[in-house]
């Protein structure tokens, strides 16, 4: 079916991840009419464009609806949650909304009462109280409460019942319940147990865990399964409430969290708000004509967020890296606050898997707000401008060479297609000539294998990049020459840079293009589109050849003089190469030795050591 904007909405679902979270479809006045949640936000809002799902109001919706966005979440639970406070603050028209919000359970605690007890709601109010949730399935709730009621000893009984009573009840002679009717209890112990059951509804099941597991142990051992197995599933229902809670809501203070993925000289900031430990809400922030790192765009982005007099400024505000000048943005920050504020740089835990949804967020607003095409497009039209091309490459390939002291000569070529590797055609060479140490030959010599079969399965590269200057780009030229192939070719010239008198680093000159029948290199600019494009081709080029070049020595190497041996399997010489660690650890070996690690007769040690030139201890 189509609707008014079907082409461009379609376009813009294309870059919707396949994991879950939230979409928000907004009209042209970009006002929210729309709030939905997925396990999948691709295939899901693909949906609304093929058809839908046969509700009446689809196509009333659909009529108006003119950009939608997304919110990536940790998991399902989390995007029920996010779409249940996204409804409430936005009240989008065409969404179904429950009065009361009956549809979802929570958990109120009221820690001002005197003996306070947990009661399931599912309303929540501003009356103090503390409430735990919302939880999406009742089951899984009631099932954990009921775990709760068996592991820890709170009353469940109402206050009229409680101030009642003279004697305890059943609960307590089955040890469900401490007694605080009728028995001496301190307060203070039994509000322990009362954060031990909210630290459980958070997903801190740990202690509790392990009581758990300890108990249904003793119980398999004293032969009474039924209980045990009764226990595990205590257990399971715990581990579950504790996996849902984890990647539900995050504990403790409001946070902000700043998540960047950048190409090129463009980038998103997204930042998430985590209020009352759950994913509030998201913004994204365009950057473009980049030309500083990271952590000057990432301070920028911080001062001016929080510049406006509007914003809330949280007592946590969490990075991918630290900005530059930290401390004077947690000064300015903490004094409008008027409290303190940390800038929280973490490494692991639930900090960090923040900072991970934050950049994945960041990449797929990205994605749906820049035309990977068009970016390269845009690029490549300046490279061939710069590089007096006579096309737009749109394949480019590099090719470059590696040797230690002439041996081991290897070389490579890397495949980028629209500005994205192409792996399939990732070639990589032996040299045919070795121990003698010229890059000018081998060159010519994998150029020329490279086109020969391009030229025989008509498959040659717009554009063919030679890591080196004007000699590496000759010897490229000859190759083509003499295949009579008509193929661009040109060199990329690495940075130099030279020390001063005080050993710091001193740009000789930029990145460089040798051009064929000209004399003078193009001068790249730092920075630049064009520049990050084709230095980040050479380094590709450059990291492949020589992982590419290690394998190849080290295989020699290392294997070269156990392999010639006759009667050295590989399980021999992988044991030998293990423990001494070279061949010529091995030399320093007495026969004996060499028997016993290797798992060997004597004879053939003896046969190793002879062949390895250690004649001393045969």
Not at 269 to 290: A, P
């Amino acid at each position: 079916m189509n609707y008014p904007n079907t082409d461009h909405l379609r376009e813009l679902v294309d870059s919707f991840p396949l994991l879950p979270g939230v979409y928000i479809m907004r009209d042209a006045q970009s006002v929210v009419v729309y709030i939905g949640k997925a396990l999948e936000l691709r295939t899901r809002v693909r949906q609304y464009l093929v058809g839908g799902d046969g509700r009446a109001q689809l196509p009333a919706l659909m009529q108006r609806v003119v950009i939608i966005d997304n919110i990536v979440t940790a998991s399902e639970q989390q995007a029920f949650i996010l779409e249940r406070d996204l409804i409430q603050k936005y009240k989008p028209r065409y969404n179904i909304r429950l009065k009361d919000d009956k549809a979802y359970y929570h958990v109120r605690i009221d820690f001002d009462a005197q003996w306070p007890r947990l009661e399931l709601t599912r309303r929540t109010a501003d009356d103090g109280a503390r409430y735990y949730g919302p939880f999406h399935s009742s089951a899984e709730l009631r099932a954990a409460l009921d775990t709760i009621k068996r592991t820890i000893p709170l009353r469940t009984c109402s206050d009229s019942v409680l101030y009642n009573r003279s004697r305890p009840c059943l609960e307590y002679q089955i040890k469900r319940c401490c007694a605080p009717c009728c028995l001496p209890i301190v307060r203070t112990e039994y509000m322990g147990l009362v954060r031990q059951a909210g630290g459980v509804l958070q997903g801190k099941v740990g202690e509790l865990q392990d009581e758990l597991e300890a108990s249904m142990e003793k119980a398999a051992e004293d032969l009474r399964f039924e209980e045990a197995a009764q226990l595990r599933d205590r257990i399971e229902t715990l581990k579950s409430l504790r996996e849902g809670q984890r990647l539900s809501t995050w504990a403790g203070d409001d946070k902000d969290v700043f998540g960047i993925y950048r190409e090129e000289t463009i980038a998103v900031m997204s930042l998430l708000k985590v209020r009352d430990g759950r994913l509030h809400e998201n913004d994204n922030f365009t950057f473009s004509d980049i030309v500083v790192d990271d952590a000057v765009m990432l301070e920028a982005g911080i001062s001016q967020y929080y510049a406006g007099a509007e914003r809330e400024i949280p007592a946590e505000i969490i990075v991918p890296y630290m900005p530059d000048n930290t401390e004077l943005i947690i000064a300015g920050l903490s004094e409008r606050r008027g409290g303190k504020v940390e800038i929280i740089l973490p490494e692991r835990g639930v900090r960090a898997r923040l900072v991970a949804l934050a950049a994945t967020n960041a990449q797929t607003s990205f994605a749906s707000r820049f035309n990977a095409s068009e970016r390269y497009q845009a690029v490549a039209t300046a490279l061939a401008l710069s590089a007096k091309l006579n096309q737009v490459p749109r394949r480019i390939e590099c090719v470059d060479i590696s040797n230690f002291q002439g041996s081991d000569t290897v070389g490579a070529i890397v495949s980028f297609y629209d500005g994205k590797p192409d792996k399939q055609r990732y070639r990589k060479y032996k040299v045919a000539q070795q121990d003698v140490p010229d890059d000018f030959a081998s060159i010519f010599e994998v150029v020329s294998r490279r086109l020969a079969r391009g030229k025989e399965e008509n498959d040659l590269p717009d554009l063919l990049i030679v890591d080196g200057g004007a000699q590496q780009l000759a010897k490229a030229l000859q190759a083509r020459d003499a295949l009579g192939v008509d193929l661009e070719i040109v060199a990329l010239a690495k940075q130099r840079t030279v020390a001063d008198a005080q050993g710091a680093n001193i740009i000789k000159s930029q990145e460089r293009i040798f051009l064929p029948n000209f004399l003078d290199p193009v001068q790249l600019k730092d920075g630049d589109a064009v520049t990050n494009l084709v230095s980040r081709i050479r380094d590709e080029a450059h990291r492949f050849v020589i992982t590419f070049h290690r394998k190849t020595r080290s295989k020699r190497v290392i294997s070269s003089q156990l392999d010639s041996i006759s009667g050295v399997r590989p399980e021999t010489r992988t044991r030998l190469l293990k423990h001494f660690g070279s061949v010529a650890g091995m030399r320093g070996a007495s026969a004996e030795e060499l028997a016993k690690i290797g798992r060997i007769p004597k004879t053939l040690a003896q046969k190793i050591l002879l062949a390895l030139g250690d004649l001393s201890k045969v």
